[in-house]
């Protein structure tokens, strides 16, 4: 079914367009609460607490956009919020008086091997490198987002690549 069908029939209360839409975006909104969620079931909660909101809201969305990007869009303001609802996030001026150091990007690793690299990181720069780097989000969206500082963005990104990068080096003398 194409997304404009979905939309119009979930906008009429539509029983196969909801199913549809469940159907065909929910394993990807799944992954996407994977990254932030860590716990595989969570994330499932959390995805059925997106859908939900997402189903409640449908005639919000605006059919100009993509709706993909609208969906994944509502999936990480829910992830967020939980993690704020459930962790105490680092204090950013401690992070922001560390010394900075060099980044590189991650190689050769298997998608498995890197989700659970990814999981070990503080919740701070997990959030932040997969806002950045795997949603696409720029430092200034992602300071609006989780109300700190574009340049708090910056540091926990560079932050979360340098321990990465430590990690990968751990791989490669593993291999």
């Known amino acids: 079914m194409e997304d404009s069908s979905i939309i119009s029939g979930c906008k009429r209360g539509r029983e196969s367009a909801y199913k549809?839409?469940?159907?065909?975006?929910?394993?990807?909104?799944?992954?996407?609460?994977?990254?932030?969620?860590?716990?595989?079931?969570?994330?499932?909660?959390?995805?059925?607490?997106?859908?939900?909101?997402?189903?409640?809201?449908?005639?919000?969305?605006?059919e100009k956009g993509s709706l993909r990007n609208w969906l994944i869009t509502i999936v990480v303001n829910t992830c967020l919020k939980e993690i704020k609802k459930y962790r105490h996030l680092e204090d950013i001026?401690?992070?922001?008086?560390?010394?900075?150091?060099?980044?590189?990007?991650?190689?050769?690793?298997?998608?498995?091997?890197?989700?659970?690299?990814?999981?070990?990181?503080?919740?701070?720069?997990?959030i932040i490198f997969n806002l950045h780097a795997v949603e696409g989000y720029s430092h200034a969206e992602i300071a609006t987002l989780?109300?700190?500082?574009?340049?708090?963005?910056?540091?926990?990104?560079t932050r979360a690549r340098q321990f990465l990068q430590l990690k990968t080096k751990s791989f490669e003398h593993q291999k």
Not at 96 to 120: F, G, P, T, W, Y
Not at 146 to 157: D, F, T
Request: hydrophobic share 45%; with cysteine.
């Open 93 to 126: 001026d401690s992070v922001l008086n560390e010394e900075n150091r060099e980044m590189s990007a991650i190689d050769d690793l298997h998608v498995k091997d890197l989700l659970n690299v990814l999981n070990q990181l503080p919740d701070m720069q997990r």
């Open 20 to 62: 549809a839409l469940v159907e065909k975006y929910s394993p990807a909104l799944l992954a996407v609460c994977i990254r932030y969620m860590i716990d595989k079931e969570h994330a499932k909660d959390v995805l059925q607490d997106s859908l939900i909101k997402i189903i409640r809201n449908i005639d919000q969305f605006e």
């Open 146 to 157: 989780m109300n700190i500082a574009e340049s708090s963005s910056r540091v926990y990104l």
